[in-house]
């Protein structure tokens, strides 16, 4: 069949249209607040053989997610007789090894599209569920080396039949999370997103024929490697290499260095990350999809944001790692913290090492932390067990052109927050206060975003984990723009006595403690003292920088009280150097 390019456009629209419903089916479907609020969740359609076609192109929908999803999709056709699927059949599995989700908490449900008898496509998601056993609420706990002390792990199995969840099966995952009501809610949720996706692929087929949509299928694929071998040729031929450190694994607080050499061949890029540094006694390892999730989406984003991500956009890239290493562990090492932390890391070194070749490409360093607090217990209210999961946003880097955004989810993940009134309904916490963090950015000509602040209020006796990093090695600025200020998390006492607490740590914190939990900002581009004075006193205005640090740092006297800028104290302090 000959491709008609108007075809192929209506069709593409369609497709994409059909993900974005499945996307929007989850969320409102969802229970939990990590869900239907934050929306840590993505759907993808795929070829019958496991290619990845259709990403939802809404703003719902992780890098992270969709990078692993293919991975996760063709382990459990490889791991699970697929051919005795019938329609309403969805299998479900969060197992990392061999290869798949990051982690236990991200569950991917995996669902065949039937049409006229024959298997024609599969529809899939992954969301994160807020608990999946294991030693601490959240199953993301720091202290543990083994997956086994992660949660439960979940094989490829027949979770849904004919429409119906397995009622054998549930009772065995109910009795290993903490808060059954919200995890089997999500995994109903889960459930009508890949049927909604079937339901609109069957209509279109229908109005299209079997063979016109599985022939524009199979086009979009090699449209996008089409366009990412075009893309990548604007990538300077040439060998670049980068590295960064990891801040310990919660066991011991060792650097582990993260290292990769990328060669640009044209239109194929090589990224070998075999330097890296060995797996680590703690839960920061990861997995190869992760590392793959990274490389698409780094250079998707630098050299063509709106290319159409699937299988075909992925086929330009050798991405090599070391068995052993912090990013191919092997099984049963600990992983469940890589997501949050190592994946951020990894997207650090590309974008330093792709820097020297693309210098008004790359951003300066983001916050390279989702921050993450699991704060969990029994709700004094209820008696019932609950977990609240967020990951905290940070400060954008800078870039050649345009200062970084403030608190904002960076990179691998593209989570909302959690509004205060769903936190304070659904958990015995109170929030005292939560907005942006003055003076966090990195400095420079452009300024790197700044970071957040959160302030908890325990009500009752909780386990906590925080999973964080930046904390002695800040996210970098570029050309000499600033490093931005590190991340920092504390637990005040009823008496007004701080404890601070390291970067990655799962403890217990009695009734009544203050938890304070601050984000990195994002690194500076260029020279401080070259910024515009009137930018300075916009951030002055706006609460983001402060007077003394607009004077000290960027050199800019302001008057007091009017805050408008002082023109001869302030080039007498630019020209005092």
């Known amino acids: ?50 290619d990845v076609v259709v990403v939802a192109q809404s703003e719902i929908g992780t890098p992270l997610h969709l990078g692993t999803m293919q991975s996760a ?17 969805a299998v479900a599995m969060n197992m990392p090894y061999p ?65 119906e969840m397995d009622p054998e099966l549930w009772s065995l995952i109910s009795q290993n ?17 890949n049927i909604t996706g079937e339901r ?26 089409r366009r990412m071998r075009a893309a990548l040729r604007k990538v300077p031929m040439g060998t670049y290499s980068y590295e960064d450190v990891i801040e310990g694994d919660g066991i011991t607080d060792r650097h582990y260095a993260i290292r990769v050499e990328i060669e640009a061949m044209g239109d194929s890029i090589r990224t070998d990350f075999s330097a890296t ?20 989406y780094v250079f998707k984003a630098l050299l063509d944001p709106e290319l159409p991500p699937n299988a075909g956009a992925y086929r330009p890239f050798d991405i090599i790692v070391r068995d052993g290493s912090v990013l191919s562990a092997n099984y049963p090492t600990s992983v469940c913290n890589a997501n949050i932390i190592t994946t ?6 590309l974008l330093g090492a792709l820097a020297d070749a693309m210098p008004e490409r790359v951003q300066a360093a983001c916050s390279g932390t989702m921050n993450l607090l699991n704060i969990g217990g029994t709700d004094p209210r209820s008696g019932a067990l609950y977990n609240y999961i967020e990951t905290y946003a940070g400060g954008q880097g800078a870039m050649h052109d345009l200062d970084g955004m403030d608190a904002i989810q960076n990179h691998m993940t593209n989570t909302r927050n959690a509004p ?35 302030v908890l209020r325990t009500r009752g006796d909780v386990q906590l984990t925080l999973s964080s990093d930046r904390g002695g090695v800040p996210p970098w600025g570029l050309l000499g723009g600033a490093d931005a200020q590190p991340s920092k998390c504390e637990v005040i006492k009823p008496d007004g006595a701080v404890e601070r607490l390291p970067s990655k740590v799962t403890t217990s914190v009695p009734a009544d403690r203050v938890i304070v939990t601050e984000t990195p900002g994002g690194g500076g581009w260029g020279d401080a003292e070259r910024r515009d004075p009137e930018a300075v006193r916009r951030d002055v205005v706006a609460g983001l920088v402060s007077v003394e640090r607009a004077r000290s740092v960027y050199k800019v006297a302001l008057e007091p009280g009017t805050l408008e800028i002082d023109r001869d104290a302030t080039e007498e302090l630019r020209g005092s150097d």
Not at 3 to 25: G, K
Not at 73 to 89: H, I, K, N, T
Not at 344 to 349: L, S
């Open 420 to 454: 205060v009134e769903a936190i304070e309904s659904a958990y015995p916490l109170l929030v005292e206060r939560y907005g942006l963090l003055p003076d966090s950015e990195g400095a420079g000509e452009h300024r790197g975003g700044v970071g957040l602040t959160r």
């Open 277 to 296: 540094d060995d797996a680590a006694l703690g839960p920061i390892n990861c997995r190869w999809p992760s590392v793959a999730a990274c490389v698409y």
């Open 200 to 225: 609109r692929l069957t209509e279109l087929m229908d109005r299209y024929t079997l063979e016109t949509v599985g022939t524009y299928l199979d086009e979009m694929i090699r449209y996008s490697e």
């Open 73 to 89: 999709v063709r382990s459990a056709m490889a791991a699970y007789p697929f051919d005795d699927l019938r329609p309403g059949d």
């Open 344 to 349: 951020q890391r990894i997207t650090d070194v």
């Open 99 to 163: 290869a798949g989700p990051g982690h236990l908490n991200d569950l991917c449900l995996i669902s065949p599209v039937f049409y006229k008898g024959e298997m024609i496509a599969i529809t899939a998601n992954q969301a994160h569920h807020v608990d999946m056993g294991g030693f601490a609420p959240g199953s993301m706990p720091f202290g543990v080396k083994e997956i086994f002390q992660e949660g439960l792990q979940i094989p490829p199995i027949r979770l849904f039949r004919g429409g």
């Open 1 to 50: 069949m000959s491709i008609d390019p108007i075809t192929l456009e209506v069709m593409r629209n369609a497709f994409y249209s059909i993900a974005d419903e499945m996307i929007v089916a989850l969320i409102r479907a969802s229970y939990s607040t990590n869900i239907k609020d934050r929306r840590d969740a993505s759907c993808a359609i795929y070829t019958a053989t496991g």
């Open 177 to 193: 999370v903490r808060p059954p009501v919200e995890v089997k809610g999500d995994l109903l949720a889960q459930y009508a997103c």
